[in-house]
């Protein structure tokens, strides 16, 4: 006779609370997600000094500062008239806005599906497609209102002597290509809930995935916690320079827009990928001041330990903030993997997760900005009326290093974490 103790049958407050994930809460993610995006983005532009811009147009800054977070496309555009032609690009992801909507869209997606251990395929798809919906309705009202024209002064001079003759009004603006916001936004979304299904030991997975979360939670938690300790690490130096070099607007500015955009290169470069890059004109780099000098070159630039220890010796720490973290975040992994996982599989899933997060960095880090204006020829779409700014890494090389530094962490990280395995535990813990 079987003396299998029956699971307990849910009370009627306990189904409710694990199925209430219809519209409304969907309703709620998104805006929550949203919301928290135009308040970071708002602030930030804010404390740059955005506020004082023309014509109200700071909300449209805004919302193309959110439209570009997820990756969608703003045009710069200009019209000077027939007597004159202007040119723009524009390519950078704000990377502060971006990670503080996936942490609060991810929550909003999990917190409807706490307190469960498995769900079905079509559940899951379900809501993550009322979510979609909203998103892209909320995304697509944003890239809407992301469009603004600015008149530009052409100084004084022959430029500012031809425009008055001939009657050349050159003005610059941007728009949001929305169609393929959409498309990228959609991307980032699914991009994000599928994240937090992974590194969310709580949430609950189809059947037929249950067999790759041992592999795959642990090493996903631990990249996350990694990218979230850089951040944090970046800003408290941030606010520490704040403090004792003044300029406390600029630092908030930073830390609220793209303080991810600089530590996770600062982690790459620690890693000892080589980045390529050219700063000309106007155009500039935040902070630290290191990389501005370094890129501000005739021809393309590197940018490495080697070319920055040039101008600053202290950069060869970002190798010992790597070393530290990385062996952090490998033993983090190993003790929340089943015990009976060897040394040779966790370096394994370090190595493949850290060549991903690499990737990733590469991929969202990339910048390309330029513009100019020419009247009648005059300016050439160069001088002070122009400017370039693009950086871009190594990538194959950069994989590559990923994946030596994930091997030797993985297996030193599973021989530490060696004590803190609990005997015939095979579950994620």
């Known amino acids: 006779m079987s003396t299998r103790t029956p699971a ?65 496309t703003v045009e710069l555009t200009g019209d000077a008239g027939d007597l004159a032609e202007t040119a723009g690009g524009l390519t950078v992801m704000p990377l502060s806005v971006t990670l503080v ?71 610059i603006g941007f728009t949001a290509d929305v169609p393929l916001t959409l498309l990228a936004g959609l ?28 592999s795959v939670r642990p090493a996903a938690y631990a990249m996350v916690v990694l990218l979230l300790a850089f951040v944090a690490l970046g800003t408290v130096i941030g606010l520490v320079v704040a403090v004792t070099r003044g300029q406390p607007a600029q630092s908030l500015a930073l830390v609220l827009l793209g303080m991810p955009n600089l530590v996770w290169l600062a982690l790459t470069t620690g890693l000892g990928v080589t980045w390529e890059g050219r700063v000309e004109g106007p155009f500039g780099l935040p902070m630290p001041h290191v990389l501005d000098e370094v890129l501000r070159t005739p021809d393309t630039a590197t940018l490495n330990l080697s070319t920055l220890s040039g101008y600053d010796g202290r950069v060869w720490w970002l190798v010992a903030v790597d070393a530290v973290l ?61 400017g370039s700014l693009f950086l871009r890494p190594r990538l194959w090389g950069a994989l590559g290093l990923a994946l030596l530094w994930g091997l030797v962490t993985g297996f030193l990280g599973a021989l530490s974490a060696r004590r803190v395995h609990r005997r015939g535990r095979v579950g994620n813990r």
Do not use: K
């Open 101 to 171: 909507g996936a942490l609060v869209t991810g929550a909003g997606f999990l917190r409807p599906l706490r307190h469960r251990a498995v769900a079905g395929a079509p559940e899951l798809a379900g809501w993550a497609a009322r979510i979609a919906v909203l998103w892209l309705l909320g995304l697509g009202g944003l890239a809407f209102a992301a469009r603004q024209t600015f008149a530009v002064s052409l100084g004084d001079g022959t430029l500012a002597d031809i425009g008055d003759v001939f009657g050349a009004a050159p003005q």
């Open 326 to 386: 990385l062996l952090a975040a490998a033993f983090l992994m190993a003790a929340r993997s089943p015990a009976r996982t060897r040394a040779w599989q966790h370096a394994v899933h370090m190595a493949v997760a850290l060549a991903l997060t690499v990737l990733m960095i590469c991929l969202l880090g990339r910048i390309s900005a330029h513009y100019g204006l020419s009247v009648l020829g005059v300016g050439d779409l160069g001088g002070n009326l122009s």
């Open 8 to 72: 307990p049958v849910p009370t009627f407050a306990e189904e409710r609370t694990v199925s209430r994930h219809g519209w409304a809460q969907a309703l709620a993610a998104v805006l929550t997600g949203l919301g928290a995006m135009v308040l970071t983005a708002g602030l930030a532009l804010w404390a740059a000094g955005a506020g004082d811009l023309p014509d109200g147009a700071f909300p449209r800054v805004v919302a193309a500062t959110v439209v570009t977070a997820v990756g969608g």
């Open 187 to 214: 991307l980032w979304l699914a991009g994000v809930l599928a994240l937090a299904l992974l590194v969310s030991r709580g949430a609950p997975l189809p059947p037929r995935l249950l067999r790759f979360q041992e």
